[in-house]
């Protein structure tokens, strides 16, 4: 199995050809080409594995339409920009977080915030319904339990009404998460792509690029961070995002308890997983946390929430700094 793989590792790939870049290119000799920093399995695992093997999946999403117009993407980036290979990610990073996320994230505020100015009225409902129910189950003799469906039933009812009289339906909050996971996952593997030699740019492979397109500590965006400073990071700020989201959420419910300290884990959990891929794509992953924290922060700003129209709730605060840092100051540093 392992030879059969090697040999067709080994075998000339076909001319490439970039949407709208040209005529086809021909992979140049490897003669003089740089060797790959990266550990075999993570080079030969896009394109060793067949349609009809275990990695098939992966090598129809690394060819797949949405990877091929985040690669579009980045390298326009790259062209128009002229900056190196660092700045390109940094640059689509920005432009994409800004432009997409951004306003998806502020519109998941805005049905949130209504949501929970309806949350007095439901409460009153429920009130009233409940009182209505048990005078009608001692009217007709319920048993309790079809007088707990009459009431579930008749509040899912009143409380899809009331969404519906306000446009704020709970579920058109995850648009964001829909729209950004995706995107998320199709730069990533446009960038492994690049990473692994699978792209190439007008004669020069974009792999050989991204070996002198890095900085600082990391000038070779093609290997790994040895130094395991960008994958720290990442989770550290993620971890940094997960507390700020629980901080200010007074009475959790089980169920946000326990998906809080999923996401916890999946946080530490990434450090290791950003270790084994290139730095290209850790470098994206941080850029993308970090515009995920300022994003976090900007949406507590009450200027910007004016500004985008976010009703004003009983929770939001005119000091939200403030408060934030009196939070973490207290859970964190003056806690006995």
């Keep these: 199995m392992l030879c059969r793989l090697s040999v067709r590792w080994l075998q000339p790939r076909p001319a490439l050809q970039l949407r709208g870049l040209g005529p086809p290119v021909v992979p140049a000799p490897t003669g003089g080409a740089k060797p790959s920093a990266l550990p075999l399995w993570a080079v030969a695992s896009v394109s060793a594995v067949g ?6 999946w992966y090598e129809a999403l690394a060819t797949s339409a949405p990877v091929q117009g985040a690669e579009d993407v980045l390298l326009f980036a790259h062209t128009a920009s002229g900056l190196p290979w660092w700045g390109s990610i940094l640059l689509t990073t920005v432009a994409l977080r800004g432009a997409v996320t951004l306003p998806l994230a502020a519109y998941q505020h805005y049905i949130l915030a209504k949501v929970e100015n309806l949350q007095p009225e439901i409460k009153n409902i429920a009130r009233h319904l409940n009182q209505d129910v048990a005078v009608r189950a001692n009217q007709l003799g319920w048993s309790k339990r079809a007088a707990r469906l009459t009431y579930l039933k008749t509040m899912r009812r ?20 829909w729209i950004q996971l995706p995107m998320w996952i199709f730069v990533s593997v446009a960038l492994r792509n690049f990473s692994t ?13 991204l070996a002198t397109g890095g900085v600082l500590w990391f000038p070779d ?10 994958p720290v ?6 971890l940094l995002i997960v507390e700020i989201f629980a901080l200010q959420k007074i009475g959790m419910s089980r169920f946000q308890t326990y998906i809080t300290y999923f996401v916890r884990a999946l946080s530490v959990l990434m450090i290791p997983v950003a270790a084994t891929v290139p730095s290209s794509i850790v470098l994206y992953w941080l ?7 300022s994003q ?9 929430r004016q500004l985008c129209r976010i009703p004003l709730t009983k929770s939001d605060s005119d000091t939200p700094y403030k408060d934030l840092f009196a939070a973490f100051y207290t859970k964190f540093i003056s806690r006995k």
């Design 51 to 56: 349609p009809s093997g275990a990695g098939g």
């Design 158 to 177: 009143l409380v899809s009404e009331l969404y519906v009289r306000d446009n704020c339906h709970p579920f058109k909050a995850t648009v964001l998460v």
């Design 197 to 209: 030699g699978a792209t190439h740019s007008e004669g020069f492979s974009i792999q050989e690029q």
């Design 221 to 230: 965006l093609t290997a790994l961070d040895s130094t395991w400073i960008l």
């Design 233 to 238: 990071s990442i989770g550290v700020i993620n």
């Design 287 to 293: 850029c993308s946390s970090l515009m995920g924290l």
């Design 296 to 304: 976090n922060l900007l949406l507590r700003s009450p200027r910007f």
